[in-house]
């Protein structure tokens, strides 16, 4: 009886132990999953499974366990000149770039210019500022209502890139004008809004799961 006890009080520690361990550490399986598609394709989306992936592989392929931890290490790698970052990142030089000084989206892959084009960002005046940081795209939906307090607008083309506001990259046809200094008075409520065309164009070629870096 007595060993049954204590193989019980064991066996509650371990698990106690292992939840501080996972919650100390950080590990986001909601994030995980958005940025490794190929371990959802593999295993699922169970949190389980995927914080075990990341301690048996995932650390040592150098992959990512929070949004935190991906932006910290960009930070460490490159000081936000985004021409020089192809090399640096460890993204294999397939990434999105939304420069917000000059007003340019532009898709790498392998470190070659695929796509570029203008935008506009967040509205500066109101507040409505682009987050910067380094991202992932989380959602790739070929059509949907874009709602708000004040507005509810149909896009063809729609990239969510934030975990939490629904901060995404999208085409913007009530637009006529691209670039320049837009954003400054008339930007976006915080989204990455792309003429037609290259808001179908860039679609079509990320997929959930890559990075984006803004600047």
């Known amino acids: 009886m007595k060993k049954l006890v204590a193989y019980f009080l064991f066996t509650l ?7 501080v361990e996972v919650k100390a550490d950080g590990f986001d399986a909601g994030y995980y999953a958005a940025k490794y598609p190929d371990v959802v ?7 389980g499974a995927l914080y075990q992936h990341y301690l048996t592989y995932g650390k040592n ?31 294999g030089g397939t990434y999105i770039d939304i420069d917000i000084a000059n007003q340019t989206l532009t898709y790498y892959v392998d470190g070659e210019v695929a796509l570029s084009s203008p935008c506009v960002t967040g509205n500066v005046s109101t507040g409505n500022d682009t987050p910067t940081g380094v991202y992932s795209v989380m959602t790739h939906t070929p059509g949907k209502y874009l709602t708000g307090p004040t507005w509810n607008v ?19 046809s009530w637009r006529s004008n691209f670039g320049g200094d837009i954003y400054q008075t008339n930007g976006s409520h915080g989204c990455v809004n792309l003429p037609h065309d290259a808001a179908c164009q860039l679609f079509d070629m990320a997929c959930i799961g890559t990075t984006v870096v803004v600047h």
Do not use: C, K
Request: hydrophobic content about 40%.
């Open 41 to 47: 394709a593999e295993l699922g989306t169970d949190p």
């Open 154 to 172: 149909w896009v063809d083309r729609w990239m969510r890139f934030t975990p939490g506001a629904a901060i995404g990259i999208h085409d913007a």
């Open 13 to 19: 520690f371990s698990i106690g132990f292992l939840s």
């Open 61 to 91: 392929e150098g992959r990512f366990q929070n949004q935190q931890e991906e932006t910290e290490s960009y930070q460490m790698s490159v000081a936000f000149e985004a021409p020089m970052i192809i090399q640096e990142l460890p993204y």
